[in-house]
């Protein structure tokens, strides 16, 4: 390897490192303004892209959780990812067809939006002898262009899932719309929080509101302030994209 190369590669890592206890820092500041701790915010990191010798470095500082976006990727990177010191979760938009790659490999969806999906979550779940946990994703900005059930859909979705046997559902997901401000974008977090609050009081068999995953890279102090208790950082930590 030339000397460039491992410049290169120890700059990546010094950023990396930089960034992840700044990120850390950050969460617990805005844990504390929310009045909540540190603790109580679940940092997952968004590793579309993001080459495992990466993955794994921040995963050495401390990193507990770490998503992928596309199911091709995800199963190029698995026998290389350090799950024994990290939690892998399937973060993006999920074809029905591919449900069965991933089962048994992540240990929660966070994108699921239709019943069709979670049944063959809970199908696939129920022939590998597990139960699947699950956040439903909620299209909190209408996007047409974007997943996720409607507000108006959702509770009837959850009581549909909650029957399913091998399928937990364990929160809610969001992707807010592009905002050209921080005030704009916390009227979505703030809806997304009354949301999650009014679906925790009615205490469904087989539903636990244990997460409110919104927030990434550029907003993730506003949706924990808002009331998140698990943001995705993807670009914040391992630096912008490489596309290849």
């Given amino acids: 390897m030339t000397e460039k190369l491992l ?19 950050n969460i617990a500041k805005a844990a504390e303004e929310s009045g909540r701790k540190s603790e109580e915010i679940t940092f997952l990191a968004a590793t579309k892209t993001v080459e495992p010798e990466f993955i794994n470095y921040a995963i050495s500082l401390g ?47 966070q994108s699921v939006d239709s019943l069709k999906l979670a049944k063959e979550i809970s199908r696939q ?11 439903i994703e909620v299209n909190i900005g209408r996007e047409e262009n974007k997943s996720g059930v409607m507000e108006e859909q959702l509770e009837e979705l959850i009581g549909e899932i909650s029957l ?56 993730y102090k506003e949706a924990i302030l808002c009331g998140a208790n698990m943001i995705r950082v993807g670009s914040g930590l391992f630096g912008a994209r490489i596309y290849r």
């Fill in 7 to 25: 410049t290169d590669k120890q700059k990546r890592y010094d950023d990396i490192k930089a960034n992840y206890f700044e990120i850390t820092e």
């Fill in 63 to 109: 990193l507990k959780k770490i998503g992928e976006n596309r199911v091709q990727e995800l199963l190029s990177k698995y026998e290389s990812y350090d799950l024994k010191n990290a939690d892998l979760q399937f973060i993006g938009h999920l074809q029905t067809n591919k449900v069965r790659q991933i089962i048994g490999k992540v240990s929660m969806i």
């Fill in 125 to 135: 779940s129920e022939m590998n002898k597990l139960t699947t946990d699950v956040l």
């Fill in 164 to 219: 399913l046997k091998n399928i937990k559902v364990r929160g809610l997901m969001s992707v807010p719309p592009i905002c050209d401000s921080k005030q704009e974008i916390c009227k979505f977090f703030d809806k997304m929080y009354k949301i999650f609050i009014d679906i925790s009081t009615k205490k469904s068999d087989n539903v636990y509101m244990d997460y409110l995953s919104m927030g990434m890279s550029e907003d």
